[in-house]
Nanobody, 120 residues
Framework: QVQLVESGGGLVQPGGSLRLSCASS????????MGWFRQAPGKQRELVAT???????NYADSVKGRFTISGDNAKNTVYLQMNSLKAEDTAVYYC??????????????WGQGTQVTVSS
């Protein structure tokens, strides 16, 4: 009913930048929150950043000052601009959305994940 499609991952050198995109589509009534999570091999999934439909943002301490989350309400798309990338940022990044569709109770939706590798 609602799908999140991610793009923009890849290989980048330390200190470099990447921009991830997540486009939501389907029978969307209201998007309340979207964000990004990441999971490295052998580690638990962790929250990276979130943004509400009103524009409020939150970041993990590990990415503050380096990553910027933004959204385009008209396109139902969220972005993650990642600057000054470090090796420890290497992970699969997942898009997340808290979204209502035909009903009035928000449900959690997840993207398929996109690999980000930071290496020289």
């Amino acid at each position: 009913q609602v799908q999140l499609v991610e793009s923009g991952g890849g290989l980048v050198q330390p200190g470099g930048s990447l921009r991830l995109s997540c486009a939501s589509s389907g029978d969307i009534r209201q998007i309340y929150t979207m964000g990004w999570f990441r999971q490295a091999p052998g580690k638990q999934r962790e929250l990276v950043a979130t943004i509400t439909s009103g524009g409020s943002t939150n970041y993990a301490d590990s990415v503050k000052g380096r990553f910027t989350i933004s959204g385009d309400n008209a396109k139902n798309t969220v972005y993650l601009q990642m600057n000054s990338l470090k090796a420890e940022d290497t992970a699969v990044y997942y898009c997340y959305g808290s979204i209502t569709s035909m009903g009035f109770i928000p449900r959690d939706y997840w993207g398929q994940g996109t690999q980000v590798t930071v290496s020289s």
